[in-house]
């Protein structure tokens, strides 16, 4: 597929609290916390566990990269990527582009393609979804691409126009397609590398994020062919699997938390991030873009 990338059920409720922006007014200097502050004193309930069922290992011979899906915002591409990495059509794939400061793709190269059996090749765009049907904290700060941005349950999202969608944010993962808007389903799947290509944003379905190991996929060597493909073989990284964790013997998981969008703890530390009182800086800015504030992961119990 060379197109572009070659070129649901009521969701959860919106919470009491989830249209008030977050702060902007500048802290008081002695009231500010640094990021690690934050996180050091966050309470065990401003975080979540990762769900098993929607979370993936794409196994690298370096190593293992981990993706929470979306399924609030592209159910049918969630359940469609599962059922191929369940019935092992990954297994034997490869990262086949690498395009700098921009994607890695994955997929099986043309001379290894097989026929999909439990999942579907393609599926109908799924770039954008109600704004009622899903929770949102929006940022204070302007945005150039959408009418307000923030943050849906963990991933970072904009919204207008009664709509709501996902962003491409560093570490965003998205379903590659043809020309045609339905012409992707997740058997093709790239990571953001590089600088926030906002632009692909409601041009593509992102269907989750790469919670650990993005480092696996943005430090290897770049294509040298259009486009930031691989021109043989020999230049790709092979895939040895990818794998639902819920299907991963538990002593085989990796148990990751991350911190609610929802909580005091992150709005907190977006303000920690936006106004930057650290001896090194001699500005404190007072303002971020989305795409910049962190989205912490660690372990659980850690």
Same mark, same amino acid.
């Given at each position: 597929?060379?197109?572009?990338? !070659? /070129?649901?059920?009521? =969701? $959860? &409720?919106?919470? @009491?609290?989830?249209?008030? %922006?977050?702060?902007?007014?500048?802290?008081?200097?002695?009231?500010?916390?640094?990021?690690?502050?934050?996180?050091?004193?966050?309470?065990?309930?401003?975080?979540?566990?990762?769900?098993?069922?929607?979370?993936?290992?794409?196994?690298?011979?370096?190593?293992?990269?981990?993706?929470?899906?979306?399924?609030?915002?592209?159910?049918?591409? !969630? /359940?469609?990527?599962? =059922? $191929? &990495?369940?019935? @092992?059509?990954?297994?034997? %794939?490869?990262?086949?582009?690498?395009?700098?400061?921009?994607?890695?793709?994955?997929?099986?190269?043309?001379?290894?393609?097989?026929?999909?059996?439990?999942?579907?090749?393609?599926?109908?765009?799924?770039?954008?979804?109600?704004?009622?049907?899903?929770?949102?904290?929006?940022?204070?700060?302007?945005?150039?691409?959408?009418?307000?941005?923030?943050?849906?349950?963990?991933?970072? &999202?904009?919204? @207008?126009?009664?709509?709501?969608?996902?962003?491409?944010?560093?570490?965003?993962?998205?379903?590659?397609?043809?020309?045609?808007?339905?012409?992707?389903?997740?058997?093709?799947?790239?990571?953001?590398?590089?600088?926030?290509?906002?632009?692909?944003?409601?041009?593509?379905?992102?269907?989750?994020?790469?919670?650990?190991?993005?480092?696996?996929?943005?430090?290897?060597?770049?294509?040298?062919?259009?486009?930031?493909?691989?021109?043989?073989?020999?230049?790709?990284?092979?895939?040895?699997?990818?794998?639902?964790?819920?299907?991963?013997?538990?002593?085989?998981?990796?148990?990751?938390?991350?911190?609610?969008?929802?909580?005091?703890?992150?709005?907190?530390?977006?303000?920690?991030?936006?106004?930057?009182?650290?001896?090194?800086?001699?500005?404190?800015?007072?303002?971020?873009?989305?795409?910049?504030?962190?989205?912490?992961?660690?372990?659980?119990?850690?």
């Amino acid at each position: 597929m060379r197109g572009m990338l !070659a /070129a649901g059920a009521m =969701a $959860l &409720a919106v919470m @009491g609290c989830a249209t008030k %922006a977050v702060e902007s007014a500048a802290p008081e200097t002695g009231a500010w916390r640094s990021m690690g502050d934050v996180l050091a004193q966050s309470p065990a309930s401003d975080w979540r566990a990762l769900d098993p069922e929607n979370t993936l290992y794409l196994e690298l011979t370096r190593g293992r990269v981990i993706i929470e899906l979306a399924p609030a915002f592209a159910p049918l591409h !969630a /359940a469609n990527i599962k =059922a $191929l &990495a369940r019935e @092992g059509y990954f297994d034997g %794939a490869a990262v086949v582009r690498v395009q700098d400061n921009y994607v890695a793709q994955w997929a099986r190269p043309e001379e290894s393609r097989r026929q999909i059996r439990a999942g579907r090749a393609t599926l109908p765009a799924e770039f954008d979804r109600g704004a009622a049907r899903a929770p949102f904290r929006p940022l204070a700060d302007p945005d150039s691409y959408a009418d307000e941005v923030g943050f849906s349950d963990g991933f970072p &999202a904009a919204r @207008g126009g009664g709509r709501i969608w996902l962003a491409h944010c560093y570490g965003m993962v998205g379903a590659g397609r043809d020309n045609g808007a339905d012409s992707g389903g997740g058997a093709e799947l790239y990571a953001v590398i590089g600088h926030a290509p906002r632009h692909l944003d409601r041009n593509v379905t992102l269907v989750g994020r790469i919670v650990q190991g993005v480092e696996l996929l943005s430090a290897l060597p770049r294509g040298t062919g259009d486009l930031g493909f691989y021109v043989s073989a020999a230049e790709r990284t092979p895939i040895r699997t990818m794998r639902v964790a819920a299907d991963v013997p538990e002593a085989e998981r990796v148990e990751l938390e991350t911190l609610r969008t929802d909580s005091a703890s992150f709005r907190a530390l977006v303000e920690s991030r936006r106004f930057r009182r650290e001896e090194w800086f001699a500005s404190p800015t007072g303002r971020i873009n989305l795409c910049n504030v962190p989205l912490p992961v660690r372990a659980r119990n850690g």
